[in-house]
């Protein structure tokens, strides 16, 4: 067993946020959106559920679904990262409480899965009458603890507390006992514990907790599944979306090895692709590297959103085929673009994990194209609203909602914020990758000597980007500064996408205010020299507007263009443009920007002249950041526009 990553991650909390645009982000989290969901999580009875399983009430309404314990331990992960940046007694407290009323509904011999508890003669529909009997369709007992085991270790290293750490290794002695090899042989149907027990195995070091976590992934389409059929015609009755796929819907159809096409629910496939790529550092399995390998080029060459979504097909919140990418959502018929949220935090994990194998940066291309436009429009601006499909395109029905029955995006959203700086960089042997360009402060251990890294920007709307170093002595070491794709006219790593006129500008590098040639190797440039305390790093990308345009098989973008400057998609909202379907933008138009510091929390708009279609007349447009779209009230939207 392999225990070392070819690449390592910088911890999060060895990183601190001070520029504006993420550190906003970062305390409205803390102050905005976790009480809020919090909040919804108590007014929704899934913190109600907890007491009424573990006998704490004789109130008996539970929340709906049997996933919905999964929403409270996402939470908690969550708060567990914010407490370890900034102490908080009065949420610590809170959440104590919590996971006091989680320990009292575990069931002796460490079951927890409050719906059945609850009931359980008669557990809800989707269960099964039996423990683990609807375990690859809908139950969601493994999913829910999966993410019961990330929030207990999460909760224990921020705070040294050990209820919820003993909770989950009570319920993983459990799942030891009745899963594996010659037991039950049943794979996940929505994928989550695998992360999980990987996490475990992180914080305690037992190779079962690995072992285990292997074996759901290996047994994935190693036979046929009886009763498969009626488990999924029971399961379409609750969710119609589902998709008509027999084994495809949550990647069961194929052993994870033969996998060469992204199918299937997508949160679902990229939790899988995440905990493949764990396994196949740890075990160094070839077999496992190869499919993860056809699996992003099929993502990235023919089902990746310009904004980074994936998961195109509201018909299962599924990967579509090849080039199928259409922008509507129609709400009212469940069809068309969905994008969800959940998704696009998925496809940031893996690509990360991906980065973290291969060490090379368009895995961090597809990540930052995520994370400012696709994952961004998940939340409002305000930190109380969401989205949880992302469509490319709206007719002004659609709204970011304050929660939902389902509510998995907004307690994603809660987790992943606090963990953005630990994107930031990456190590790998005596050489520091700086990933983003994060206005931030950072302490790296580099071989038993500390670097502290200062990056100072007004990224993603200027593309100037400081950085200081100051090693604890002087010393040789590289420095790998990632050259993003659109800033080498690649907008991403396929060809299903292209800027129509590449530009001519470069890149401009000093170091100790001496020019530098720019030498790119694997999408870095890397500066090897013996650094000393003040050291400067100044490099600045040109951030021109780009017109998009999409493979000519993506029929949806046909004759279609979408601009974007730097890691920003933008679109264009009737508030600001009348007849927004009907706009035709000239190829030779000239187009300007300007940051507006009063609008949207402060962004950069793009104008200039387009063809009104309609009345063949000029006029002016404005175009806003794709991820702040819908918060002026009622509007129409579209990314793609005619040329």
């Known amino acids: 067993m392999n225990t070392v990553n070819p690449v390592k991650q910088i911890p999060f909390y060895l990183i601190k946020l001070n520029d504006k645009f993420w550190r906003n982000r970062l305390e409205t989290n803390t102050f905005v959106t976790i009480p809020h969901v919090l909040r919804r999580c108590e007014k929704s009875r899934r913190i109600a559920n907890f007491e009424i399983a573990g006998g704490l009430t004789d109130k008996k309404q539970t929340s709906k679904f049997p996933f919905d314990d999964s929403d409270v331990f996402k939470i908690l992960e969550g708060v567990a990262y914010t407490l370890k940046l900034t102490p908080h007694v009065e949420l610590e407290k809170y959440v104590d409480e919590i996971i006091d009323k989680i320990a009292a509904a575990q069931e002796d011999d460490g079951y927890l899965y409050t719906h059945r508890t609850i009931n359980p003669e008669n557990p809800s529909k989707l269960s099964g009458k039996k423990r683990w009997e609807e375990v690859t369709i809908a139950s969601h007992e493994l999913y829910n603890v999966g993410h019961l085991y990330e929030a207990a270790v999460a909760y224990f290293e921020a705070t040294g507390k050990e209820t919820l750490l003993n909770v989950a290794i009570k319920n993983a002695e459990l799942v030891l006992k009745i899963f594996g090899h010659g037991k039950n042989e049943s794979p996940p149907g929505h994928q989550e514990i695998e992360l999980g027990l990987l996490r475990l195995f992180s914080s305690a070091k037992d190779e079962r907790y690995l072992n285990l976590a292997k074996f759901f992934l290996d047994i994935r389409g190693s036979k046929d599944r009886k009763g498969y059929d009626d488990y999924v015609l029971q399961c379409k009755e609750a969710f119609p979306l589902m998709g008509s796929d027999k084994f495809g819907y949550n990647q069961t159809h194929k052993p994870v090895t033969e996998q060469k096409e992204a199918v299937g629910h997508a949160v679902r496939a990229t939790y899988m692709y995440s905990a493949m790529a764990n396994i196949a550092v740890l075990f160094n399995d070839e077999k496992y590297l190869v499919a993860l390998n056809q699996l992003w080029d099929d993502v990235i060459k023919h089902k990746f959103s310009i904004t980074g979504g994936i998961g195109a097909s509201a018909n299962g919140e599924a990967f579509d085929k090849a080039y199928i990418l259409p922008n509507y959502y129609e709400k009212s018929n469940e069809l068309g673009v969905y994008n969800e949220t959940c998704a696009s935090i998925g496809n940031i994990f893996w690509n990360f994990r991906m980065h973290l194998i291969h060490g090379t940066s368009k895995y961090i291309d597809v990540l930052e194209r995520t994370l400012y436009n696709g994952l961004l429009s998940g939340i409002s601006l305000e930190g ?221 708009t793009i104008t200039g002249s387009v063809q009104n279609l309609e009345s063949n007349a000029e006029q002016d447009f404005l175009a806003i950041p794709y991820h702040v779209w819908a918060h002026r009230g009622r509007s129409e939207m579209i990314v793609w526009m005619h040329h």
Request: glycine letters at 4%; a negative charge; aromatic letters at 10%.
């Open 384 to 604: 109380d609203k969401f989205f949880y499909p992302n469509p490319l395109a709206s007719e002004g029905d659609i709204f970011r909602k304050k929660w939902f029955f389902i509510a998995c995006c907004p307690s994603n959203i809660v987790r992943f914020i606090p963990q953005i700086q630990s994107y930031i960089y990456s190590l790998k042997d005596s050489m520091i990758n700086i990933n983003l360009f994060i206005g931030s402060t950072a302490k790296i251990d580099l071989n038993g000597n500390f670097i502290e890294m200062h990056q100072k920007t007004n990224y993603p709307w200027e593309g100037l980007v400081e950085i200081e170093v100051n090693p604890s002595r002087s010393m040789e070491f590289s420095i790998a500064l990632r050259i993003p794709g659109w800033a080498q006219n690649n907008p991403v790593p396929s060809d299903l996408y292209r800027y129509m006129t590449p530009i001519e500008e470069k890149v401009r590098l000093e170091v100790n205010n001496k020019l530098i040639d720019l030498e790119i190797i694997e999408g870095y440039c890397i500066i090897n020299q013996t650094w000393k305390k003040g050291d400067r790093i100044l490099i600045e990308f040109p951030m021109p507007v780009h017109r998009v345009v999409a493979h000519d098989k993506v029929q949806d973008c046909k004759g279609m263009v979408a601009l974007e400057r730097g890691p920003i998609v933008y679109c264009i909202e009737s508030i600001d443009n009348d007849n927004i379907e009907k706009l035709k933008l000239n190829d030779n138009t000239q187009l300007d920007h300007v940051y507006q510091e009063e609008l949207l929390n402060g962004i950069v």
